[in-house]
């Protein structure tokens, strides 16, 4: 599968922004799919992930950011409110069809990654 992540952008404290992850080649609805995020010289940092029905949020961004899907788009989307200068960052999609949920944070467990899409929030 591969996947086309777009929706990033400049914007100010407080604002949204909705990050899109389109799949090809493949049926979103099979795979697991997480949204990470990296700084420069950071790791790569776990956002928000589901597998079938669970879904799973890092606690940074838990009641702020939503993941979601759009089968009949075969896209993931991440909306993402009430924005703060840390949540800067490129964002990735990435999916894997045969991770577990144990796993399900873990970047290194995802085969399929997409080009990542920068957020920036300045204060």
């Known amino acids: 599968v591969q996947l086309q992540a777009s929706g990033g952008g400049m914007v100010q404290t407080g604002d949204s922004l909705r990050l899109s992850c389109v799949a090809s080649g493949g049926t979103i609805s099979r795979y697991a799919v997480g949204w990470f995020r990296q700084v420069p010289g950071k790791e790569r940092e776990f956002v928000a992930a589901f597998k079938r029905g669970d879904i799973h949020y890092a606690d940074s961004i838990k009641g702020r950011f939503t993941i979601s899907r759009d089968t009949a788009k075969n896209t993931v989307y991440l909306q993402m409110n009430s924005l703060k200068p840390e949540d800067t960052a490129v964002y990735y999609c990435?999916?894997?069809?045969?991770?577990?949920?144990?796993?399900?944070?873990?970047?290194?467990?995802?085969?399929?990654w997409g080009q990542g899409t920068l957020v920036t929030v300045s204060s």
């Open positions: 990435a999916a894997d069809s045969g991770i577990i949920t144990s796993s399900i944070r873990v970047a290194a467990q995802y085969d399929y």
